[in-house]
């Protein structure tokens, strides 16, 4: 059926309009005040509110609305296609949509009636208190108390004596949102730690985002769970920047400090746990940055691929190891592919140096084959004893003569015959042995000497119960204290816990 602009145009002469037609109804928008904990048995987000326009008296429960919580998105599966096999997901109606808490008692929202009835409250949006919107969405930094590092703030007190609700103005410490970000190493970073995204923070706003309420805890006073009081919420920023063209991101943070972030400023997509003890960075540059506090774990079930263009620089501290199949019995299985297990195989293109501060042990087990091929002259050079033993023929041969040759005595001992076969034999009458070429020396590795960070945390001075104007919860200024290893390696980047120090921004 094609098209048609007036398709569903009504007529005045509709039934259903007269039947309104001197109804009492009402379309205004009103702003309303979320009068009690929002609680609601059916878990449908309904409000208890008090309109003031309506009703005279905000302690009279006859004039409040119990409200319809509505939603920018919201919906489910049609009803009247589900089957009839109630235990069946694909019969069954799946819903879908934008779901967020309702706001605290003392909050305003705007209320509607639909249709015009009095029955049928609708809350169509939430309004901030007024310029009380610091915090949001990215618990962002501010001047506060006690210190002049710009820290994570809460909102300001309504109760300050000079209020002043400007990006300049002291507010209290976020203790929460700081002590994560502390502990991680990044409270001086002002790329990977602060965040600036905040609602305040220019006219019109670049800041875009989501800033959950947090999990509730007891009042302080009266030791209730009423909203007063919470923990850190999860926050999602899209900043398209400041006036600097600097806060250009994405940051997802959850209460606790976990962190992704990809920053269009810098160019850098960082991602960090709660505990600051594992850290990725793509650079701007190419460079992926990785630490783990602990152990880094890789398995494939297929093929692991690692190049480098350049240096392929490989360091443990402690050993190395390498295993290749099952070492009893790999040389006897093969792979889905049909490939013989436990096969090492190293192909160098120029020179291979090996350089061994102790013992090199070298051997293969059973009818294992040793073979030492040189293309050109094979050295052997020890500076104390050279020992050759073989439990059968021990056999030397040079296809152009054989020189030994010692600096003192030489002893050739038999149990058997001792047989000397030439087309002639000289005893101590002509010729002699060259000196045997001393092999070359391994070349060692550039070494480079890196500090690495402290394993404490950065100090933390904050009661809560004793917290004034003077009150200075970075005594360190974020720095972590005690002792800070060296570290020597042959590594060009040395990743540390945060604050790495290898980083170029």
């Known amino acids: 059926m094609a098209y048609k602009a007036d398709r569903f145009k009504t007529s005045k002469k509709n039934p259903k309009d007269k039947l309104v037609e001197h109804a009492e109804l009402d379309f205004g928008i009103y702003l309303a005040e979320v009068i009690v904990r929002p609680k609601d048995a059916t878990h449908s987000g309904r409000l208890t509110v008090f309109i003031p326009s309506l009703a005279k008296d905000r302690d009279d429960p006859s004039g409040y609305y119990n409200a319809y919580w509505s939603s920018p998105f919201a919906g489910s599966t049609p009803s009247n296609k589900v089957g009839e096999n109630i235990y069946d997901y694909a019969q069954t109606q799946k819903t879908y949509g934008m779901w967020m808490v309702p706001p605290d008692a003392g909050n305003y929202v705007l209320v509607v009636f639909a249709d015009g009835k009095k029955k049928f409250p609708v809350v169509i949006g939430c309004m901030f ?17 006690g210190v002049d590092q710009k ?3 809460a909102e300001k007190n309504r109760r300050e004596v000079d209020l002043d609700h400007g990006n300049q103005a002291r507010r209290p410490i976020n203790p929460h949102v700081t002590k994560a970000i502390l502990d991680q190493g990044l409270i001086n970073d002002k790329i990977r730690g602060l965040s ?8 019109p706003s670049r800041v875009f985002g989501i800033l959950t309420p947090g999990p509730e805890v007891p009042n302080k006073d009266t030791g209730k769970l009423d909203g007063t009081n919470r923990l850190p919420g999860h926050s999602i920023v899209l900043d398209d920047g400041d006036s600097v063209g600097d806060n250009k ?18 160019g850098i997509l960082y991602v960090i746990n709660k505990s600051g003890t594992a850290w990725i960075e793509l650079s701007n540059d190419g460079d992926i940055n990785l630490y783990a506090e602990k152990d880094f774990n890789m398995r494939a079930r297929g093929n692991v691929n690692i190049r480098s263009d350049k240096n392929l620089n490989l360091e443990a501290n402690t050993s190395i190891n390498v295993n290749v199949g099952d070492y009893e019995t ?4 093969s792979d889905e592919d049909g490939n013989v297990r436990g096969n090492l195989n190293i192909n160098v293109g120029n020179t291979t ?6 013992d090199f042990k070298l051997q293969t087990d059973s009818n294992g084959l040793l073979s030492l091929v040189a293309g050109t002259d094979l050295f052997t050079t020890a500076s104390n004893h050279v020992n050759i033993s ?3 023929k021990t056999k030397i041969f040079g296809a152009s003569g054989v020189d030994v040759k010692s600096g003192s005595d030489i002893n050739v001992q038999a149990s058997g015959l001792s047989n000397i076969l030439g087309s002639q034999v000289h005893l101590n009458d ?3 042995a060259e000196q045997a070429v001393i092999g070359l020396n391994a070349d060692p590795l550039p070494i480079t000497e890196y500090e690495d960070q402290a394993d404490t945390k950065p100090d933390w001075d904050y009661d809560e119960n004793d917290v004034d104007e003077n009150t200075n919860p970075i005594p360190s200024e974020g720095k972590r204290p005690g002792v800070r290893d060296k570290i020597k390696s042959i590594l060009s980047k040395l990743t540390t816990r945060e604050p790495w120090e290898g980083r170029e921004n």
């Open 430 to 432: 002509g010729g002699s």
């Open 390 to 392: 073989g439990n059968n």
């Open 353 to 358: 140096s090996w350089l061994n501060k102790n």
């Open 330 to 333: 790999a040389d006897s299985n």
């Open 129 to 145: 208190p007024d310029q009380l919107q610091y915090m949001v969405p990215g618990n962002a930094v501010g001047n506060t108390y």
């Open 249 to 266: 991101n994405i940051r997802l943070r959850t209460g606790g400090g976990h962190q992704i972030l990809m920053d269009d400023s810098t």
């Open 151 to 153: 820290l994570p703030v």
């Open 196 to 203: 600036f995204a905040s609602a305040r923070r220019e006219s």
